[in-house]
């Protein structure tokens, strides 16, 4: 591994994935507002199940109690 390589490894700049989004102001004044991942739901998911079936795409969403709100 090269030093450019170690240096953005160290950063986190290969790391795989997102990272959860910045709840704060999120939630309309609900707290704990916290960020959580929920499966996606769209028809694009059922046409490729058959396909890819360990895939299952995931969003990030802000969550306080039982509601859910986009980051």
């Known amino acids: ?4 390589e170690k240096e953005a490894y160290d950063r986190g700049v290969n790391r ?3 990272s959860p989004p910045s709840c704060e102001h999120k939630c309309y004044g ?3 507002c ?3 991942q929920v499966p ?3 028809n694009m998911h ?3 199940s058959l396909q ?3 895939y299952e795409p995931e969003s990030w969403k802000c ?3 039982v509601s859910l709100y986009s980051p």
Do not use: D, R
Not at 1 to 4: A, K, N, P, Q, R
């Open 52 to 54: 890819y079936t360990n």
């Open 16 to 18: 795989i994935g997102s």
């Open 30 to 32: 609900c707290t704990p």
């Open 40 to 42: 996606s739901t769209n």
């Open 46 to 48: 059922i046409k490729l």
């Open 63 to 65: 969550k306080c109690g």
């Open 34 to 36: 916290e960020a959580i």
């Open 1 to 4: 591994m090269s030093v450019t």
